[in-house]
């Protein structure tokens, strides 16, 4: 079993910042690509940033030079720092990682941390 949670989440002023964190746990052989996702109320989810085993990284429009995604591999650990927070950016994150068992690749979803950007 293969379980990812997510945790930093909260409420923060416009312009603040905020560590998302993202844990993976369970019978890993490896873990490949990992992703942050975000899904605000009546819109689809949608990507945020994501990281290869390798380090390469990619992001949203939306989140260059605001976001940056690494990675823990010794800790099977995912990041996402914010800075310059807006409301818009106010939604659900949820990491995604394509996890090895054994011989098989698998996708997994954690259960989301909510973020709220408000004054």
């Known amino acids: 079993q293969v379980q990812l949670v997510e945790s930093g989440g909260g409420l923060v002023q416009p312009g603040g910042s905020l560590r998302l964190s993202c844990a993976v746990s369970g019978s890993i052989l490896r873990i490949n690509d990992m992703k942050w996702y975000r899904q605000a109320p009546g819109e689809q989810r949608q990507l945020v940033a994501g990281?290869?085993?390798?380090?390469?990284?990619n992001y949203a429009d939306f989140a260059k030079g605001r976001f940056t995604i690494s990675r823990d591999s010794a800790k099977n650990t995912m990041y996402l720092q914010m800075i310059g927070l807006k409301p818009e950016d106010t939604a659900v994150y949820y990491c995604n990682a394509d996890v090895v068992r054994f011989l098989t690749v698998n996708n997994y979803w954690g259960q989301g941390t909510q973020v709220t950007v408000s004054s």
């Open positions: 990281v290869t085993s390798r380090g390469i990284t």
